[in-house]
């Protein structure tokens, strides 16, 4: 899209989309849902927040994001100014002049600002918003070394460890740190996922050799969640000959996993070998220390007080996931700054029921639900693992599985690698049978809610 031709209300609605992909669910809901746009030309539009508290928080948050994604919907430089509706003007002209105004700063802007927006990268990961723990010290450490010398310190460096828990941040970081000490850094940072999909793209559209130009010529490779790499040979083959031209182009190259490199499934011994040459360091969820630590500077981020009994609630209750934890503070804040009203711990514990629950349940592992089932039937753990199908093996191993999907947040490949390495089509074919047997069979149905429950009850 060249040319801006959508109504305003066409243009929030796609740009929403578009946030969504990139802004937690939460923070949407708490921050964004009430947005309208006022004046919009071809230069630029204002979004109108509720309030002025409202406009200052997500100016400070995700302006940058926000503007990011509007250039990619218009395909061009496209200005975002944010209002507070005490703020709007009805005089389109003083609209536009602001608008004008806001595109001439933003033409200053300096070069490592645009690049990170351009890089998809979140303003806001930088080394300095790190709270730096026990659990992510060696991590960080490692990061601040690459980023001053690239493929002198460790490379490459791979990251590993639960979902939420600061790689990602610490990838963003490293490009803006390298972008600051030198704008003219060639940096691609991309999911392990939209490397795949763009180099099937390239396939289909025989644009292969553009593809390899642009991740094969940089000075630093970031890619996230690299364990999507598990099966797919051919896109192995590709990033074993991109690995290659890097690293002996003295070229960073960057890796987050969310497990060990030996752990992850059916990849190939060679690149597997090539993921352990430099540094493997692991991000543990951060001590209660820490999370306070995190939970205080992000209030202070926000411009709001938060009592510091709230901040440690929310420490103790949201313990393996820091996006989660910064999302439930997202909205607490966003309680706070609305209604001006005091927050206790009856009211946190009421506004953050879902956020709570999804905690407890991320700590219930499939080896959790496996041990459960097993005592539950009388079985041994090694039947779950088996290949020995009688009956009373069988559907005890299924409902296991059934569980697995239920109450954990595994794929349908990760629940099947956990039961002897059956493939996602068993995992399906189970929970369909466990669905269809309590259906018909009222016994069934009680000793699978009762083992939901028990399982609900030991993290309670």
Known sequence: MTELTATPETFWSSLRE????????????????????????????????????????IRDNYLDVIRQEADRLVGYPFTVELLGCYEEHAESDSARNRIAKSKTKSNRTSGPSLQGRSLGINPKNTFSNFVVGAGSELAHAACVAVANAPAHAYNPLFLYGDTGLGKTHLLHAVAHHALNRNPATRIAYVSCERF????????????????RSRYRSVDYLLIDDVQFLAGKERIQEEFFHTFNELFEAQRQILLTSDRPAGEIDKIESRLLSRFQWGLVSDIQA??????????????????????A??????AKNISRNVR???????RVAGYVGLTRKKADLETIQRLLRDILREENLSRITIETIQKR????????????????????????????????RLMTEHSLQEIGNAFGGRDHGTVIHACKTVE???DQDASIKVSVELLTEQLSQSIA
């Open 18 to 57: 578009s946030l969504l992909e990139v802004i937690p669910a939460d923070t949407f809901r708490v921050w964004f849902d009430n947005i309208r746009v006022g004046h919009m030309d071809q230069d630029g539009c204002e979004l109108i927040t509720p309030n002025e508290f409202s406009a200052i928080w």
């Open 196 to 211: 795949t999909n763009e180099f099937i793209r390239a396939i289909q559209e025989n644009t292969l050799t553009k593809f």
């Open 286 to 307: 951060p001590d209660w220390e820490t999370r306070v630590a995190i939970l205080s500077r992000k209030s202070q981020a926000m411009g709001i007080s938060i009592e």
């Open 309 to 314: 009994e709230i901040l440690e609630f929310l």
């Open 324 to 330: 989660r934890m910064e999302g439930a503070l997202t």
């Open 373 to 404: 089932v097993v005592d539950y039937y009388h079985l041994r753990m090694a039947d779950m693992l088996s290949r020995r199908r009688p009956a009373n093996i069988a559907f005890p191993r299924q409902v296991a599985m059934y569980l697995s």
């Open 436 to 438: 269809n047997m309590m």
